[in-house]
C-alpha cells in the first residue's frame, strides 16, 4: 500500500510545503504515479525523509546534505561542527536564564551594581564593566563593597548642587577615610587595565564622560578633593 504526498507528511511529522520543497531541491527523489497522476510514496520515501527532516533539525544547510555520506569523514566533521556551535549555545543560554532570573530576582537590576541604594553608581559600574579589565573591574567593586561607612554614601549621593564648600570638605574627607583601606587593598587601580579592544584614550575619556554625565558638579568637586587628600598621604 502506497502513501499519499500528505500522508507521507504526516507520517513524517511535517508539511507538505516542506516534501515539495524538499523535491525542488533534489533531496527526495519523486515517487512513482498511479494512472490518475497520484503519487505514490513508500517506505523508503519515508525513511528519506525523515533523515532529511533530522539533518535539518539538527541544523544542517539544505544545500549540504546532498553531499552528507555517513560513512564518510565530512559526514563526521559536519557534526562534530554542529557540535561544537551548539554547546557554544547552550552556554550563551545558560547565561541569558541567569541574567533573567536575576531581573526577576531584583527588578530594574542592570548588568552591574554597585550595591548601593541608588542607580548612578550602578550605572557608572556598567560604564566601568565595558571599559576595564577583568581585574582592574573587580578591584574597583572591592573598594565599593569594604566601604564601611554608608552614611558617606548616602551624603555624597544627595548632596545638593548649592553645597558650601565646608559640607563639600566634610563629606571628601569622611569618604577618603571610607575608601583608604579598600584602596590599599587594590593596587590594581594605581594604574588600571583596560579591556581587549579598548583603547587607555578611549577607556579614559568614557569614564570623566560618564563622570561628568551621572555626578553633579557638587560631588565632582567631591570626588577630585577626596583624590587630593589620598594622594597628599
Known sequence: MAWSTRELAELAGTSLRAVRHYHDEGLLPEPPRSSNGYKHYGVRHLIQLMHIRRLVDLGVPLAE?????????????????????????IDRLVKVRGEITQLLEVPGAWEMSSGTTGSTDGDFLTVLSRVLDEDSLQAWQRVGESIPDSQVLADFENLPEEA???????????????????????????????????SRSLGTRSIGEALAELYSPAQLRVLVRCHELLSAE
Open 164 to 198: 558650601s564648600a565646608e559640607m563639600r570638605e566634610d563629606v571628601a574627607a569622611r569618604m577618603a577615610d571610607a575608601v583608604r583601606d579598600g584602596l590599599a587593598a587594590a593596587p590594581e587601580l594605581d594604574d588600571p587595565g583596560f579591556g581587549e579592544g579598548t
Open 65 to 89: 546534505i546532498p553531499t552528507l555520506d555517513p560513512s564518510t569523514d565530512s559526514y563526521r566533521e559536519v557534526l562534530e561542527a554542529l557540535a561544537s556551535e551548539t554547546t557554544a549555545e
